[in-house]
């Protein structure tokens, strides 16, 4: 099994982190918290109270972590492709896997990549969620110190399970949608460059963009339910299971709640999408 793979997923996963984390955040917070009344309110608040740096709460962890489930999601991914049509990366643009064999393969690193990613995501999501104030003195000390001491806070207080809160919401979110996102991408490319050659680089950019969108159009439901899933754990718990969760947020908010977070999803997914795919196709054609 090439370690290409997972080496341009890596790096790929690093850039597009750094790029989109403040938006991430901002969506954390609306799909959570009720006290926003849309993206700009949101943004000048946190701005306003905690600086700056509000916007890139939780992404030390991620930092660390993100690049190797990235890492995880771009290898079995292609691996999972060389098992089903015996055609390397290279090779694949003289000889374009069908649809179907790039559906199923990025189903499959969706499986995997949220088995991976979940931990992590969840401490991410309890970090951005704190509102404590940066610019006033004596606001409130912080729940959680870090994420080290958010992961064993989570640990002690609602057990190893804890930390797996919202997997099932995350599985679900990620197993089809990294099939949509990688036949978007793959379709494109292919529409929009000549048979047998590489895509340019301004075809990666807009191909990888609008894959980042579609897949977000199609995951946002689930993302809104394993955000509220994993904040769920503070406190009195408000769901009996995803199910619950699922039927509650549509009965006291209407269908609406499920779309929560999804413009600035969009916005968010063209550019970090776009970086993301573009690194990845320049270390594998570097590497080869």
Known sequence: MPVEEFMAGWISGALGLVLG?????????????????????????IYRHESLLGFFKGMSFPIASIPVVNSVLFGVYSNTLLALTATSHQERRAQPPSYTHVFIAGCTGGVLQSYCLAPFDLIKVRLQNQTESRVQPGSPRPRYQGPVHCAATIFREEGPRGLFRGAWALM?????????????????????????QTPSS????????????????????????????????????????????TVS?????GLGVFFRGLTINSARAFPVNAVTFLSYEYFLHSRG
């Not at 984390?21 to 609306?30: W, Y």
């Not at 679900?172 to 460059?193: A, H, K, M, S």
């Not at 947020?249 to 908010?253: A, D, I």
């Open 21 to 45: 984390h403040p938006f991430d955040t901002v969506k954390v917070r609306l799909q959570t918290q009720t006290s926003y009344r849309g993206i700009m309110d949101c943004t000048v608040k």
């Open 172 to 196: 679900l979110r990620d197993t089809p949608t990294l099939g949509i996102y990688f036949v978007t991408y793959e379709g494109l490319c292919r529409q929009y460059t000549p048979d047998g």
């Open 202 to 245: 301004a075809t990666v950019l807009v191909a990888g963009g609008f894959a980042g969108i579609a897949s977000w159009v199609t995951a946002t439901p689930f993302d809104v339910i394993k955000s509220r899933m994993q904040m769920d754990g503070l406190g009195r718990r408000a769901y009996q299971g995803l199910l619950d969760c």
């Open 249 to 253: 947020s549509f009965r006291q908010e």
